[in-house]
């Protein structure tokens, strides 16, 4: 069985004052929560501050973004090694908003992808269509579009120390929630798509799924047979809504 994996992405939010507030709350909240990972992905400057508050928690912590580059002449970029020297686990990688507004294309989120396993880090791989791939019935090529790359390159068994977020663009920060049904097929799609690769890696895997979790809607979608747990945006500033969530990813719920 897969233990899920409930991570938070605070996107560019938060100051040093409402970070601790709501580590302290959240902490607590989580001590009793059993058989799943939490994991909290900050802004770069307060991983410092998220490493002093989280660790010996049991939280793990990661960051939103990382260079595909080593080092050197990259003004600006932030390298996997500099993640792990703030103890990060995880980083996201591909989000949408990366995307669509930074202009990140499948082959740099692949590149990025490859920069995050040699640091030791687990990237979160982000896939998700639009709306209009979704209408157009897109949905599975797009996704199979956008994992072909890192498949190309880092290869299947690549997944066995990463994470994929499933993340339907028109669910992000919108209210509108893929159904759990909705939501369990392209998980299943994804999973077959690795499976063609490498059938063991793609059981493993953890897929999770990003779009307007709340505790409200948690449980159900975490019920699902492919859903692996979630990458959550809004809800993850409020450490009440991401307690709730976590404890709807615990066996024990
Ligand atoms: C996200 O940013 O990855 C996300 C899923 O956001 P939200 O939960 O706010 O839709």
Redesign the pocket.
Known sequence: MRIKLVAG?W?MNGTLATNQALLQALVPALARVVGVKCAICAPFPYLAQVQQLLSGTGLAWGAQNVSQFDAGAYTGEVSGAMLVDFGCRYVIVG?S?RRALFGETSETVAEKYAAALKAGLTPIL?VGETLADREAGYTEPVVAAQLAPVLAASGAQSFAHAVI?Y?PVW????GKTATPEQAQAVHAYIRTRLATHDAAVAEKVQVLY????KGSNAAQLFGMPDIDGG??????LDANEMAVICRAASPAS
């Open positions: 992405n996107k989000h908003e982000c977020a993340e669910a992000i920060g919108t990003g779009g307007s979790v990458l959550i945006g809004g809800a993850s």
